[in-house]
């Protein structure tokens, strides 16, 4: 009989510039399956037709879900390193970024709970490390807004949580590492 591999699908998650893209990239060293953030690449094609987040929040949110959505049920079929897989930023997320302009809806409130990741490591903001670019158009207040919405819309899915201290990069792939 064979056995049946399930792996475990892991969130890095929080608000802008708070170091997760930096630890995904570690972990990718290390062979890792890691899911890389959707929303940079989504933001890039649409500035190309000239709109932006601000400009339509909507239309770009469901690009990136459908984006995360897929990588999700990708990971059924994935072999990878330890049944571990890594994703830079959730689905939840896109509903928690909605609220926090004022345009979620029923429809987005709703979406989180039909997708249940095994264990969301939460990254909180760290002015010190905090940058913006050209796709990170939040200022460090808007990360402070976000944040809290981000946890909430986690817990209120009933995923297990873990923050990650604002330690070195090495150390938050240790810590994360340690607590799978």
């Known amino acids: 009989m064979s056995e049946i591999k399930i792996n475990k699908r892991i969130v890095l998650a929080g608000g802008p510039s708070t170091g997760k893209t930096s630890v995904i990239d570690e972990l990718k060293k290390k062979n890792f399956y890691c899911f890389e953030e959707a929303a940079r690449e989504i933001f890039d094609e649409f500035k190309l037709k000239g709109l932006e987040f601000k400009t339509d929040p909507i239309e770009i949110s469901k690009n990136i879900f459908k984006k995360r959505k897929f990588d999700f049920e990708a990971a059924e079929r994935l072999e990878c390193k330890d049944n571990l897989i890594f994703y830079d930023r959730g689905i939840h997320e896109v509903t928690a970024y909605l609220r926090s302009i004022g345009s979620s809806s029923n429809y987005w409130n709703k979406l989180p709970l039909e997708y249940k990741y095994d264990l969301i490591f939460l990254f909180e903001p760290w002015k010190e490390i905090y940058k913006k670019d050209d796709n990170r158009i939040e200022d460090f207040s808007d990360a402070l807004k976000i ?34």
């Open 147 to 180: 944040s809290p919405l981000i946890t909430s819309i986690y817990k209120q899915s009933g995923i297990k949580m873990i923050k990650v201290p604002n330690i070195s990069i090495e150390e938050r792939v240790r810590f994360i590492l340690d607590n799978i």
